[in-house]
């Protein structure tokens, strides 16, 4: 019994840390020059919850899933590659965005 309950635990242990893979940063523990810059900038703010509003949206409905999150993997490293650099990290999550709103777009169309 006790076994089970490790093996469950450990289970919503990876499920909630794919989940968080695209969750808003919390701005008290940041420490990476891209998250400082983008708490430190509300235009960079609002363009992360809205990343991560829309990547919840999408991930609802994909069909491959493990695609999506290394697609969101992507993102990421490329967002840690501009550092503290406003234009690369605004740039880098509008094209996230364009690609998220395509995928939405495209899945909407599609028959349920």
Not at 18 to 37: F, G, H, K, P
Not at 79 to 93: S, T
Request: glycine share 4%; charged share 30%.
């Amino acid at each position: 019994m006790r076994c089970r309950h490790f093996v469950l635990s450990g289970f919503l242990m990876l499920w909630v840390t794919a989940a968080m893979s695209a969750e808003s940063l919390n701005c008290r523990r940041v420490s990476l020059a891209d998250e400082i810059a983008i708490c430190g900038r509300a235009q960079l703010r609002d363009l992360d919850r809205t990343m991560v509003a829309l990547y919840a949206k999408v991930g609802k409905r994909v069909w491959d899933r493990t695609r999506f999150r290394q697609e969101q993997r992507l993102f990421v490293s490329k967002r840690r590659a501009c550092g503290g650099d406003y234009n690369c990290l605004k740039a880098v999550y509008e094209q996230r965005l364009d690609e998220l709103n395509s995928m939405s777009r495209k899945l909407t169309k599609a028959p349920a």
